[in-house]
């Protein structure tokens, strides 16, 4: 079964960190490329940031550049996301999505359950 | 970064046809993939590319593309179809690797 399985989530106060994992089972993890996507409360589904197939290029969205860090160990099929210098809008659940890109098909096919990052004093 | 621009919030009457539609540059140049989201799950691709539907999801479910939208017709929507749906695509303000949502559309089912 193709799945995706985060954890690493809690309660972190502003300021603080936190390492997000994604354990990937049921495909070959080092022929995707992977992507972060957050839900935060009462808002609408966000991309955070992605990361090529060999790791060598990783992208983020603006508002979490220089305090995020994607990374990837195909070795272990795993995913992860270092967050630092977090503030209270960075609280979301926190998906591990897989990107699927063939042809004229570009879409996000595999949703891992999701992990619940708060930011709070 | 690119925009997409959906309604949000949607009504339709059980069993009637509704219609969800997503705007953006971006859809010039990619077809936009859709995701419902209910309350403590996680998100499912309906439609991605030009109209396809992964399996497991209802014939029920359709896209289709004009120019700068993207559309997701539910046709006989059922009890279960009430959700937010999300649309996306690449973004194409960079070197279209980075992704953009729409902001979610809230459907309710009379």
């Known amino acids: 079964e193709v799945q995706l399985v985060e954890s690493g989530g809690g309660l972190v106060q502003p300021g603080g960190s936190l390492r997000l994992s994604c354990e990937a089972s049921g495909f070959t993890f080092s022929d995707f490329w992977m992507t972060w996507v957050r839900h935060a409360p009462g808002k609408g589904l966000e991309w955070v940031a992605n990361i090529k197939k060999d790791g060598s290029d990783k992208y983020y969205v603006d508002s979490v550049t220089g305090r995020f860090t994607i990374s990837r160990d195909n070795a272990k099929k795993s995913l992860s996301l270092q967050m630092n210098s977090l503030r209270a809008e960075d609280t979301a659940v926190y998906y591990c999505?897989?990107?699927?890109?063939?042809?004229?098909?570009?879409?996000?096919?595999?949703w891992g359950q999701g992990t619940m990052v708060t930011v709070s004093s | 970064s690119s925009e997409l621009t959906q309604d949000p919030a949607v009504s339709v009457a059980l069993g009637q046809t509704v219609t969800i539609t997503c705007q953006g540059d971006s859809l010039r140049i990619y077809y936009a993939s859709w995701y419902q989201h209910k309350p403590g799950q996680a998100p499912v691709v309906v439609i991605y590319?030009?109209?396809n539907r992964p399996s497991g999801i209802p014939g029920r479910f359709s896209g289709s593309n004009s120019r700068n939208t993207a559309s997701l017709t539910i046709t006989g929507a059922q009890a279960e179809d009430e959700a937010d749906y999300y649309c996306?695509?690449?973004?194409?303000?960079?070197?279209?690797?980075?992704?953009?949502f729409g902001g979610g559309t809230k459907l309710t089912v009379l």
């Open positions: 590319g030009k109209n």
């Open positions: 996306n695509s690449r973004d194409i303000s960079g070197n279209h690797v980075t992704w953009v």
């Open positions: 999505v897989r990107e699927y890109s063939v042809y004229e098909n570009d879409v996000f096919d595999i």
